[in-house]
């Protein structure tokens, strides 16, 4: 059992698996796509990696604006995940991801990580943070119910 965090944007889908435990989320991949709307080879990626990974849930960022109300992105990621659900039969949750794309920078200037090698690792960290926000979250309130 394991999670995927994706994290949407308009020509790059960043992608993030747990660990069997559900504890540690892992930068696996940047999958690039040629246009805004070409995403047929993105999401037969995505069903490889499920496969792959065994991946029985999906958690897609949600790109809000600052003060917490919807930006135009999140009605893209929203029309993504909801796809995404239909093709691969799997949950596809929504996930706050405000600041990631920017912390997952921070992180790699911190690293080192300059230029083109940061556009390289910055989508599927990214798509760590997102998923380690929601894993963390839901480890959170699992441990307090015990």
């Given at each position: 059992?394991?999670?995927?965090?994706?994290?949407?944007?308009?020509?790059?889908?960043?992608?993030?698996?747990?660990d069997?435990m559900?504890?540690?989320?892992?930068?696996?991949?940047?999958?690039?796509?040629?246009?805004?709307?070409?995403?047929?080879?993105?999401?037969?990626?995505i069903?490889?990696?499920?496969?792959?990974?065994?991946?029985?849930?999906?958690?897609?960022?949600?790109p809000?604006?600052?003060?917490?109300?919807?930006?135009?992105?999140?009605?893209?990621?929203?029309?993504?995940?909801?796809?995404?659900?239909?093709?691969?039969?799997l949950?596809?949750?929504?996930?706050?991801?405000?600041?990631?794309?920017?912390?997952?920078?921070?992180?790699?200037?911190?690293?080192?990580?300059?230029?083109?090698?940061?556009?390289?690792?910055?989508?599927?960290?990214?798509?760590?943070?997102?998923?380690?926000?929601?894993?963390?979250?839901?480890?959170?309130?699992?441990?307090?119910a015990?």
């Amino acid at each position: 059992m394991s999670i995927m965090g994706l994290d949407f944007g308009t020509s790059t889908v960043g992608v993030a698996i747990s660990d069997s435990m559900l504890i540690t989320a892992l930068p696996i991949e940047t999958i690039t796509r040629k246009g805004e709307n070409k995403l047929r080879r993105t999401y037969a990626r995505i069903k490889e990696l499920i496969e792959e990974y065994s991946v029985d849930r999906i958690v897609v960022g949600e790109p809000k604006n600052m003060n917490g109300t919807d930006s135009e992105m999140s009605e893209l990621a929203g029309d993504f995940a909801e796809e995404l659900e239909k093709k691969t039969g799997l949950p596809v949750e929504m996930w706050d991801e405000r600041m990631t794309t920017m912390t997952a920078g921070k992180v790699l200037q911190a690293a080192g990580i300059k230029g083109a090698n940061k556009k390289k690792y910055v989508d599927k960290l990214a798509a760590s943070i997102i998923l380690q926000g929601y894993l963390n979250y839901y480890g959170q309130r699992e441990n307090n119910a015990l």
